[in-house]
């Protein structure tokens, strides 16, 4: 057995020199493969995205799957977070750690572990609110062995394009993101935009979205918004100063729980009246956000033009009809009349809390 190891060790280095003779610009070198088990344990998620409302409840599936051979362990953590629009952050939303639980932020009292089975991970959310939309992650710490999966929580509802009194392109981000705000809604994402614009939105003015970017949907390419001859879609002007520019904004509300009406009065109302005239029957002015809430998801339809809130004046039409909308669908803007002398009705919403 020796003489046959030395005779290969001689081999060996005899091809070796030889190599290095006929190709001395050659560095050798060797390869170590090292082979080890797979991971043994993952987090899976049957969906990746789960679609509800405002107002309702959701389930964001998360299964552990864990190698038999692992000895049980009561400090497993299961750690729930929110990324942001821009994913540079994760917003905690719910920790697990045995018997210990933690929920965060706006989520306190509102999440919790569905918990059908010892390892269902699913985290249950309830009375969702539109800040509630977004990526969550789900991560599994197991000792040494981790894993995470991440699903979308997306809501039913509507994307508008706003712009205030002041008239458009007069909001930076911040701004925009009041103005939603203040009408019953939020700033929209790319993919609520995308929907919308897939769903035949076409608006020729630029708009903030969540991310910080600035966009706007066509649908029927025109000489004003991009160019007669270019393809219908989104278009882009990237990522801008969220202090120094200034744009309208899309914002994006879902279902309500209450009920938005055109009020019934014996004559018209400058504004100051409209707001007075809907407290007195117990409800509040409506917010543009609710009107097209009530016009996209119930089907609202009035051909009333009517005080709002930010002291526009507007009208919902889901039946187009001679003298009101009669091209399309679609929610009537009359400006922002004179709030001290010009009359018109007023639409009110009565919450039911």
Request: glycine share 8%; aromatic share 12%; charged share 25%.
């Amino acid at each position: 057995m020796i003489p046959v190891l030395i005779c290969v060790l001689i081999s060996l280095s005899v091809a070796t020199n030889d190599l290095d003779s006929l190709y001395p610009e050659l560095e050798l070198s060797r390869t170590i493969y090292v082979t080890e088990n797979g991971p043994r344990l993952s987090v899976v998620s049957e969906q990746s995205k789960v679609v509800s409302r405002r107002g309702g409840n959701a389930t964001l599936p998360c299964k552990i799957q864990r190698d038999q051979s692992l000895a049980p362990n009561r400090k497993m953590r299961i750690k729930w977070t929110k990324l942001t629009s821009d994913y540079l952050k994760e917003v905690d939303v719910f920790v697990a750690m045995d018997y210990h639980k933690r929920s965060y932020g706006s989520f306190h009292g509102r999440v919790h572990l569905q918990g059908s089975a010892p390892m269902d991970a699913s985290l249950v959310i309830t009375e969702i609110t539109l800040e509630d939309y977004g990526k969550y992650k789900c991560e599994v710490i197991d000792g040494l062995e981790d894993g995470t999966t991440v699903v979308s929580l997306d809501l039913e509802g509507i994307v508008f394009p706003y712009f205030p009194r002041l008239g458009r392109y007069n909001l930076n981000f911040y701004d925009a993101e009041r103005a939603c705000r203040d009408q019953d809604s939020i700033v929209a994402s790319f993919d609520q935009l995308y929907d919308a614009w897939r769903g035949g939105m076409d608006w020729c003015n630029a708009g903030w979205l969540n991310d910080g970017s600035v966009q706007y949907p066509i649908t029927t390419p025109r000489e004003p918004c991009g160019g007669k001859n270019t393809v219908p879609g989104i278009r882009n002007y990237g990522l801008r100063d969220k202090d120094k520019n200034h744009y309208d904004v899309f914002c994006f509300t879902s279902h309500y729980k209450g009920r938005f009406y055109y009020l019934i009065h014996p004559s018209k109302l400058t504004y100051d009246e409209a707001v007075g005239a809907c407290q007195k029957d117990g409800a509040q002015i409506a917010k543009v956000g609710q009107m097209y809430a009530a016009w996209k998801l119930l089907g609202y339809d009035r051909c009333d033009a009517g005080w709002l809130a930010d002291g526009s004046v507007r009208y919902p039409i889901s039946r187009p009809r001679r003298r009101c909308s009669p091209t399309e669908a679609a929610v009537r803007f009359s400006g922002f009349p004179d709030k001290k002398h010009k009359l018109y009705g007023v639409y009110c919403f009565k919450g039911n809390n």
